[in-house]
């Protein structure tokens, strides 16, 4: 386990269709972040996982965006009916339990979301 | 409304020169305070952070400065290279940095060689 793994990295969609896209976080990491990146900006927060538990979800996430985590493990992000304001890059990141120090997140390559 | 303010937007420095690049934040809640560096087609990866107990950290040739009272903590890159060239991104959180992540909007770096 060498990192963290989202796939895929790219997808083109018809606005109106439904998108799932996949993070896969280091296996020893219990948070899970994700974040979304439009061009020229810095990633903005969407949601967050300790373990299986949703913690914290942002106004960004419309009723049209879902996140799970399943067991705990990997995280796959939904966005239903998929608008052309949906086109960005969505970024997930993994951090560890608190052992005193600094936590760095360590993210993902990201998946790019164009919609047509 | 939390935000970190980073400047300037785009920066050209020549190979060997030092790269500076500053943010401002507002949240005096935020004791976490990463650096990331982005290459196109990849996800931030940290490059260093600091805790507001230190006024400055100092990794390689990659130094955090810190003024608390000011709100402001800059990113200094000695001796700059063609390969330092991408966008650095500074950021804030609490909890020590086990939360999250308010970034700036980046700062895109051109070494010239």
């Known amino acids: 386990d060498t990192g963290v793994s989202q796939n895929p990295r790219h997808k083109i969609t018809k606005r109106g269709q439904n998108v799932t896209f996949r993070c896969d976080p280091i296996?020893?990491?219990?948070?899970l972040y994700w974040y979304r990146q439009t061009l020229g900006q810095g990633p903005e927060f969407l949601t967050y996982?300790?373990?299986?538990?949703?913690?914290?979800k942002s106004r960004l996430l419309s009723d049209r965006f879902s996140a799970e985590r399943p067991k705990g493990s990997f995280s796959t992000l939904e966005i239903q009916r998929t608008e052309q304001g949906d086109s960005a890059m969505y970024l997930c990141?993994?951090?560890?339990?608190?052992?005193?120090?600094?936590?760095?997140?360590?993210f993902g390559s990201g998946t790019r979301l164009t919609v047509v | 409304q939390q935000q970190v303010k980073q400047s300037p937007q785009s920066l050209i420095v020549q190979k060997g020169g030092i790269s500076i690049i500053n943010c401002a934040y507002e949240?005096?809640?935020?004791?976490?305070f990463p650096w990331y560096q982005q290459f196109p087609g990849k996800g931030p990866a940290l490059l260093i952070a600091?805790?507001?107990?230190?006024s400055e950290k100092k990794e390689g040739r990659f130094t955090i400065s810190f003024n608390k009272s000011a709100k402001q903590f800059s990113l200094h890159i000695m001796d700059s290279q063609p390969g330092d060239s991408a966008t650095y991104f500074c950021?804030?959180?609490?909890?020590?940095?086990?939360?999250?992540?308010?970034f700036g909007k980046g700062t895109m770096l051109l070494v010239s060689p």
């Open positions: 949240n005096t809640a935020f004791d976490y």
């Open positions: 996982f300790q373990n299986e538990a949703q913690l914290e």
């Open positions: 600091i805790r507001p107990d230190v």
């Open positions: 296996s020893e990491h219990n948070r």
């Open positions: 990141a993994s951090s560890p339990r608190p052992q005193g120090g600094l936590y760095g997140y360590t």
């Open positions: 950021a804030a959180s609490g909890y020590s940095g086990y939360s999250t992540l308010t």
